[in-house]
């Protein structure tokens, strides 16, 4: 738990970059459609209605453009400025609130579909927000493995930097310490004793 308080960029899978980019591209399409939901409440025949469900999906997809485009952007240029908890705070909210959009994307779009008897604004309305409550769904399953990912990296990472930054003191081989230290280690920094003669026996009368 205490490695998610750490600050770094923790070793994470190779195409979980890919994943992030799919997020940041099906966002700009989903802002896009949620756009042209909008669009047709403000015509005169639905005048008087709120934004509704485009409305939160247009603010969900700018909140993944910061979370994920920012965590992007310091793991490539600043990786000393990433810290785990603010990012992983990001991708929790960014998770609930994708699941929120699409959900109530879905919901309104099968009551505006109901009521166009397959024409009309409220047929394009309807298609509008069923086709961001699709791609909705599959940016949400894609935030869900990228913060799985994210999570498991974190836990699984024992750098000695880490472990440092949490006050964890890393013992050192005896290779680091001089080898006067160590008893055959190396060439002793005392000078060497002279050698005593040795004393002949008395001779025996």
Same mark, same amino acid.
């Given at each position: 738990?205490?490695?998610?308080?750490?600050?770094?960029?923790?070793?994470?899978?190779?195409?979980?970059?890919?994943?992030?980019?799919?997020?940041?591209?099906?966002?700009?399409?989903?802002?896009?459609?949620?756009?042209?939901?909008? $669009?047709?409440?403000?015509?005169? %025949?639905? =005048? *008087?209605?709120? #934004? /509704?469900? &485009?409305?939160?999906?247009?603010?969900? +997809? @700018?909140?993944?453009?910061?979370?994920?485009?920012?965590?992007?952007?310091?793991?490539?240029?600043?990786?000393?400025?990433?810290?785990?908890?603010?990012?992983?705070?990001?991708?929790?909210?960014?998770?609930?609130?994708?699941?929120?959009?699409?959900?109530?994307?879905?919901?309104?779009?099968?009551?505006?579909?109901?009521?166009?008897?397959?024409?009309? $604004?409220?047929?394009?309305?309807? %298609?509008? =927000? *069923?086709?961001? #409550? /699709?791609? &909705?769904?599959?940016?949400?399953?894609? +935030? @869900?493995?990228?913060?799985?990912?994210?999570?498991?990296?974190?836990?699984?990472?024992?750098?000695?930097?880490?472990?440092?930054?949490?006050?964890?003191?890393?013992?050192?081989?005896?290779?680091?310490?001089?080898?006067?230290?160590?008893?055959?280690?190396?060439?002793?920094?005392?000078?060497?004793?002279?050698?005593?003669?040795?004393?002949?026996?008395? $001779?025996?009368?």
């Amino acid at each position: 738990m205490s490695r998610l308080l750490a600050k770094g960029v923790p070793a994470q899978p190779a195409w979980i970059i890919y994943v992030r980019y799919a997020i940041l591209g099906l966002s700009l399409i989903i802002m896009a459609l949620a756009a042209w939901s909008i $669009a047709i409440f403000a015509s005169d %025949a639905y =005048l *008087g209605f709120t #934004a /509704g469900a &485009g409305g939160l999906i247009i603010f969900v +997809t @700018i909140l993944s453009f910061i979370v994920y485009g920012g965590a992007t952007a310091l793991e490539m240029f600043a990786p000393h400025l990433f810290y785990r908890l603010a990012i992983l705070i990001g991708y929790c909210f960014s998770v609930i609130f994708w699941l929120s959009g699409w959900a109530w994307a879905a919901s309104a779009a099968g009551v505006w579909l109901t009521i166009s008897f397959g024409y009309g $604004a409220a047929q394009q309305e309807g %298609a509008a =927000l *069923g086709a961001c #409550a /699709g791609l &909705g769904a599959i940016v949400w399953i894609l +935030t @869900i493995v990228n913060l799985v990912f994210f999570i498991k990296a974190c836990l699984a990472d024992g750098s000695s930097t880490n472990q440092a930054e949490l006050g964890q003191v890393k013992h050192d081989s005896p290779a680091a310490y001089p080898p006067a230290q160590f008893p055959g280690a190396g060439p002793s920094p005392y000078p060497a004793q002279p050698s005593y003669p040795v004393q002949q026996p008395y $001779a025996t009368q």
